[in-house]
């Protein structure tokens, strides 16, 4: 039982990591209804910056993320206006393609950096090597960071989007687009908005992903496991994106301990067409419809 | 006569290749009730949709309050006080009710009469209040038109534009949406552009008339007028002498055809 509840929790650790890329990654496809394939790139960069900072420049750990979220954050915003933005109105399969290629960019443009090319490693954190107890289960201090900081992320996106006019707005835009243009809201700025937050959360996600798994210049691929997180969600849902991605972490932390190996690789998947054989909708599927 | 508070002068837009509208001329005056009939297609909601600035007119001026509106972003047509009821409604369904009012204030400033905004609209609308914490998509089409409307006003529109605000409503809930019409232009002065292909509860709501085909103004009047004019009469009321009919073998064409 104790074993049991200790691959949960180490699954729903790293479950929070895909939670924050599927919120990521669900927040640009409701603000902008594109699929974006590049957020685990987002991510990879996101990691190495902190890297960079923490390790290389020897930064301060609280300075570093902070520049770090940041440039990731101001990159994706750039992103998404230089290569997105003359792409509005195009069909959605030219837009899913760029967002391939933009994936394709960033790994190779970190392949070209030196430091980050050659090696995989770790950042450690003044967290690591000590525990926390619960009662018979021992969880990694990094482990448990992670779990910490996601609930704050994910409570401040809460707050953002229940509470400020900003937040409203993006939502408005995501459930009509020409109402809320009607309104005054800028909605092409609204999608820049979606792009950095998205940006800085991947970057988050990549940052806490960074002690307690090695980070490499292709584990953007991780973040394709945001996709199936969302898909499990519902794909348009933020609550549902993180209770995809969280059921995702423990399923396979599970099926890692007690399966034969290679069913960890796969867990996401059957639990994917697990969901959708039941539910098709997803999970948190929005099922109002429009009524005339 | 002072100056309209609107005018479009020789508006043409396009579709893609299709012109939807075809070189319309009219004028709005300040604190009145203006309606444009037609039917289907025949380029209502595009008139409303290219004074909104969601939509670009090829050729053609549109001045609104004398200041002239080519080249204004749509976001920001609302700013200078034209609210847009659209066709169909487009609430907000997965936010609630208050929310969606709340969205109507999205540029106005003055955070402290918001709020007392929204309690006078909720006041004036008890079932809205009631159901004020509701996701707005719960709500039914009358209360979702109703909601709508709210919305639009929050931003104090000088010139609210309606699109077809009787869409799929009953009979008994369309004589209620234009009460309310008529209400907010006497209560507020709120002047009022509305596109309806109801023509009957239209003329008899609105001061002025436009009748629109294929993208043309046909004929255009004082409703009382537009009421007593034969074609109008047979073509938009469906009012026609049976008697006349009778010998008639032919279908009456229209005059200005």
């Known amino acids: 039982m104790v074993q049991f509840l200790q691959q949960v929790i180490s699954g729903v650790s790293i479950g929070c990591v895909y939670a924050l890329i599927a919120l990521g990654f669900v927040l640009i496809y409701k603000a902008t209804e594109t699929v974006n394939f590049a957020i685990g790139e987002l991510m990879m960069i996101g990691a190495f910056l902190g890297f960079t900072f923490i390790v290389i420049w020897s930064l301060p750990l609280w300075l570093a993320a902070i520049i770090a979220i940041s440039a990731t954050a101001l990159l994706a915003a750039m992103l998404e206006r230089v290569f997105l933005r003359p792409m509005v109105g195009e069909p959605a399969f030219a837009i899913l393609v760029v967002t391939i290629g933009l994936g394709f ?112 210049v292709n584990m953007g691929v991780l973040g394709l496991k945001a996709i199936p997180a ?26 890692g301990f007690y399966l034969p190996a290679g069913f960890s690789e796969v867990a996401a998947y059957i639990l994917v067409l697990v969901v959708l054989t039941i539910r098709p909708e997803g999970l948190f599927g929005e099922t109002i419809h429009k009524r005339v | ?28 005056p300040e604190g009145a ?153 006497e209560r507020f002065g709120t002047t009022i552009l509305l596109v309806e292909q109801n023509a009957k509860l239209a003329l008899s709501t609105a001061h002025l008339g436009y009748v629109l085909e294929v993208g043309r103004i046909v004929l255009e009047g004082p409703t009382t007028e537009l009421m007593d004019n034969a074609d109008v009469k047979e073509f938009y009321l469906g009012l026609s002498n049976e008697g006349v009919r009778g010998e008639r073998r032919w279908k009456r064409k229209k005059m200005w055809h």
């Open chain 1, 105 to 216: 960019c960033l790994r190779a443009a970190a392949l070209m950096v030196p430091e980050w090319s050659s090696e995989t490693v770790r950042i450690f954190t003044p967290l690591s090597g000590s525990v926390v107890r619960l009662g018979p289960i021992v969880i990694s201090a990094d482990h448990a960071a992670v779990i910490v900081a996601t609930a704050l992320i994910v409570t401040g996106f809460f707050v953002f989007f229940k509470r400020t006019r900003m937040g409203l707005a993006m939502q408005a835009v995501s459930q009509s687009q020409l109402a809320a243009t009607y309104m005054g809201v800028r909605t092409r700025s609204v999608s820049t908005l979606a792009w950095l937050l998205a940006g800085a959360i991947t970057a988050v996600a990549g940052l806490l992903l960074a002690p307690i798994a090695f980070i490499h």
């Open chain 1, 230 to 255: 969302a898909i499990i969600g519902g794909f348009s849902s933020l609550p549902g994106a993180i209770v995809g991605g969280i059921l995702l972490g423990v399923c396979e932390s599970l099926a």
């Open chain 2, 1 to 28: 006569m002072t100056q309209p508070l609107l005018t479009l002068s020789n508006v043409e837009t396009y579709y893609g290749r299709i012109m939807a509208v075809r070189g319309v001329s009219l004028a709005v």
């Open chain 2, 33 to 185: 009730i203006v309606t444009i009939l037609g039917s289907n297609g025949a380029g209502k909601s595009t008139i409303l949709k290219t004074i909104s600035g969601v939509m670009r007119p090829r050729k053609g001026a549109i001045t609104f309050a004398d200041k002239p509106l080519a080249g204004v972003e749509a976001a920001d047509i609302v700013g200078l006080g034209i609210s847009h009821v659209p066709e169909g409604r487009e609430i907000f369904p997965f936010m609630t009710v208050r929310e969606n009012i709340l969205m109507g204030a999205y540029l106005r400033a003055d955070r402290t009469h918001i709020e007392q905004d929204i309690e006078d609209w909720l006041d004036r609308f008890p079932i809205l209040r009631e159901r004020a914490g509701l996701p707005a998509g719960l709500l039914s089409g009358g209360q979702q038109q109703m909601l709508a409307i709210c919305r639009a006003m929050m931003s104090r529109p000088k010139l609210l534009l309606m699109d077809e605000p009787s869409l799929g409503l009953s009979p008994m809930l369309t004589r209620q949406i234009f009460e309310i019409i008529r209400e907010i232009n």
